[in-house]
């Protein structure tokens, strides 16, 4: 996993020894002796997660994270406070600082290392959404793509799997200020619980006297509706085999006992923080996708979804030996729309055409918006003569009701021409069916307009 850490210490033989230890992991190392220094690092170079002592001369670690977090160049770096201090208030302070973890000296190898990965995943997940985020910007549809900032905007659903009532009961009254818990005692139940419902995060105590907790996480890994849910694991302290079992399972957490309620929170928050970043991530994804292939302005798919799935149906009747058409059509005089009522008469009619397409084509067919005020619909398993009376259909329902314009409260006739085009064996290749499809759409506008007209065959 690479990623650059900056270490930020006033005592060069701590800076020294967190340095060797991530190094040895592959990370990039960045140090700092004093808090300003850190900020000006921040300020001028990428940083993934950051660790920062508490005691230092000039301002200490408090302020320095609350610097960074104020600052919208750097409040996104995951900050790990790393102290000697060991107070409940301390804890409480550094969360309300805007820390994102904590590390107590002297500091054990394998909770810097697991702490240190979880938080550049993170910060990852953070870094492609901030991208995707500006790139929505500068394409003008960021309002589609709005991700967020992290924060906890809704009450986190967890769910607690516990054997032991009394620490199920500390646990939920930890969390209740930033969740709502759900609790269990029965590790098989707990795991149908998170397969049908809607959990943020899972913690795992391990106090089970008959029950191996490990089992339970390896499940909730190899479920496909339970895959994506952070797991925290509470376990005893020193207990280094199952916490590196644990890890290697996927489980992406964990606490000793005994258990710091601060501690939990702030970890809680940490994976939930994570949890909703890779529904974003998912979610922006899949509305990248869309605005991929879909037109803006009437929702139907565009040129580019046309050009690529045209192909699988062209192929897939070719192979089965089953027809298919292709209908092309176009607004009668649609300049003329523009430059009389305006452009936003124009789109007017142009979303409502496509809403009346869309009525008229059936659940197989695939309507598109070609370009301009030009659509096409594609008829999988449809005879020319079949083609021809859904084409007949559509253009009736366009001349006969009048097209409303929004914008002078008024209503405007409007009809349409259409041209027909049908797989023939002496057609090779889906360009080949539109080519013909557009030569018949030429035929009905040369022949007066408003009228379907078919490719000879």
């Known amino acids: 996993m690479t990623a650059r850490i900056l270490v930020v210490d006033d005592i060069p033989a701590n800076v020294k020894l967190l340095e060797a230890r991530l190094l040895a992991e592959y990370f990039d190392v960045l140090t700092a002796d004093n808090g300003f220094a850190a900020l000006e690092i921040c300020e001028k170079t990428h940083v993934d997660v950051i660790l920062l002592d508490v005691m230092m001369p000039g ?6 994270c609350e610097r960074l977090k104020a600052n919208p160049r750097t409040s996104h770096i995951p900050v790990v406070m790393v102290t000697a201090l060991d107070q409940p208030s301390d804890r409480v302070r550094g969360l309300k600082a805007g820390a994102d ?10 909770q810097l290392i697991s702490r240190v990965k979880s938080l550049v995943r993170l910060k990852t997940l953070t870094d492609e959404l901030r991208i995707r985020t500006e790139a929505a910007r500068n394409m003008g549809v960021e309002d589609m793509l709005r991700m967020g900032d992290g924060r906890i ?3 986190a659903q967890v769910l607690l799997v516990d054997g032991r009532a009394n620490s199920q009961e500390r646990i939920i009254k930890a969390l209740k200020p930033v969740a709502a818990v759900t609790a269990s005692s029965d590790p098989q139940a ?3 619980e998170a397969a049908e419902n809607s959990f ?3 913690i795992v105590n391990a106090n089970f006297d ?3 907790p490990l089992r339970l996480c390896s499940q909730l890994r190899s479920l496909e509706r339970t895959r994506f849910i952070p797991v925290l694991l509470v376990t005893d302290n020193g207990d280094e085999q199952m916490i590196i079992r644990a ?3 996927g489980v992406n957490d964990y606490l000793a006992r005994p258990i710091d309620p601060n501690e939990l929170v702030a970890r809680t928050l940490t994976q939930i923080r994570r949890k909703r970043y890779n529904e974003r991530l998912r979610l922006s994804v899949k509305e990248s996708i869309e605005l991929a292939v879909t037109d803006g302005l009437t929702g139907l798919h565009n040129r580019r979804y046309l ?3 045209l192909k699988v149906l062209f192929n897939r009747a070719q192979a089965r030996g089953r027809p298919l058409s292709i209908c092309i059509t176009d607004i009668d005089r649609f300049k003329q729309v523009n430059d009389t009522y305006g452009h936003d008469a124009g789109d007017d009619v142009i979303r409502e055409f496509a809403t009346r397409i869309r009525a008229t084509v059936r659940g197989a067919d695939l309507a598109c918006r070609y370009g301009g005020e030009e659509f096409v619909v594609v008829m999988p398993d449809t005879t020319a003569e079949a083609a021809a009376v859904i084409a007949e259909r559509l253009r009736g329902m366009i001349e006969h009701r009048p097209f409303a314009l929004k914008a002078s409260a008024s209503s405007l006739d409007v009809t349409a021409s259409m041209g027909i085009a049908t797989l023939t064996p002496d057609i090779e290749t889906p360009e080949q069916l539109l080519k013909q499809a557009d030569r018949a759409l030429y035929q009905a506008k040369s022949a007066g307009r408003n009228r379907v007209v078919a490719a000879a065959a």
């Open 59 to 64: 301002i200490d670690g408090f302020e320095v």
């Open 190 to 192: 707990a795991l149908f």
């Open 200 to 202: 943020d995060l899972v």
């Open 101 to 110: 973890d904590f590390l107590t000296k002297p500091v054990n190898d394998l």
């Open 247 to 249: 890890l290697d399972l």
């Open 307 to 309: 050009d690529n799935h």
């Open 153 to 155: 905007d809704e009450i």
């Open 210 to 212: 008959d029950y191996d």
